[in-house]
């Protein structure tokens, strides 16, 4: 069993590496995790899992796909990459609670499409209905994170080959 590095409790880079360490015990070391994230050295993996530094997105990119962690991705997007302020953070969640998720909000879809047909019907925006657009966006990006909740639970199970 790895010794929890209690600095670096909290951070999500750290976080991930130990989720990842139940099921691959070379994970439980940052020693072990370089191995599996080819250009990262020990003492950089550490800055990113103590704070000390960001990693790059690539870095990012290897640490989700060797921890099969694919909500690292979004995180880094929503939390560090100044482009990602119009990202939302996708949880980790069951299976099962992704796909009820993503089936409740197509019937939403569908009352929103309405909606926004309506809106769109002469091809002008009027003032009084200017309002409704940053309630619109933001139930189209909720949409965009159901789908991307699902997303990351079929890229986790295409790698271990089961849902979890």
């Not at 099962?96 to 925006?125: K, V």
């Amino acid at each position: 069993m790895p010794r929890q590095a209690t600095k670096a409790v909290g951070n999500r880079y750290y976080e991930a590496r130990m989720r990842a360490a139940k099921c691959n015990r070379a994970f439980g070391t940052r020693a072990g995790a370089i191995e599996y994230l080819p250009g990262v050295t020990e003492d950089c993996l550490k800055k990113y899992e103590l704070g000390l530094s960001n990693p790059p997105n690539t870095v990012v990119a290897l640490m989700a796909d060797a921890y099969n962690e694919p909500e690292l991705r979004i995180w880094y997007c929503v939390h560090e990459c100044p482009l990602g302020k119009y990202c939302r953070e996708v949880p980790i969640m069951p299976a099962e609670r992704a796909l009820i998720r993503f089936q409740n909000s197509i019937y939403e879809m569908e009352r929103l499409a309405r909606q926004l047909s309506l809106l769109m019907e002469n091809g002008e925006l009027k003032e009084s209905e200017q309002p409704q657009i940053p309630e619109i966006r933001d139930r189209i990006l909720e949409f965009r994170r159901r789908a991307d909740e699902n997303l990351a639970v079929l890229e986790r199970a295409a790698k271990i080959g089961r849902f979890d």
